[in-house]
């Protein structure tokens, strides 16, 4: 994390927030499912954009996250959300996430 004259306090938000960024992550996928339901037009594919970065932040598997986006079907998402929850779908740490660590 960047010192950007951020003071201890933020600093501490900051991290708080990215230290939670999974469960941020899971809430929003599921929220994103009921609000696509009730969603029409352009609000709806902006959700779906947002649902796919949400996912690729996830590190899903590819092949589940075009499925998704190529049927554009709430209940699939639903489906991707109940298997994440249930443990069925794991979740892999992108590569971005991993040379962080290393």
């Known amino acids: 994390m960047s010192?950007?004259?951020y003071s201890p306090h933020q600093q501490k938000v900051i991290k708080r927030y990215y230290d939670n960024r999974d469960a941020i992550?899971?809430?929003?996928?599921?929220?994103?499912?009921?609000?696509?339901y009730l969603a029409s037009g352009k609000k709806q594919e902006k959700m779906w954009d947002t649902a796919e970065q949400i996912m690729n932040r996830m590190g899903l598997p590819d092949s589940r996250i075009q499925h998704v986006m190529d049927v554009r079907d709430p209940a699939v998402l639903a489906k991707i959300v109940e298997d994440l929850l249930s443990?069925?779908?794991?979740?892999?740490?992108p590569k971005s996430a991993q040379k962080e660590k290393g």
């Not at 929003?28 to 009921?34: A, D, G, I």
């Open 3 to 5: 010192n950007r004259n």
């Open 25 to 36: 992550d899971d809430q929003r996928l599921s929220e994103l499912v009921t609000n696509l």
């Open 87 to 93: 443990g069925k779908l794991q979740k892999k740490k």
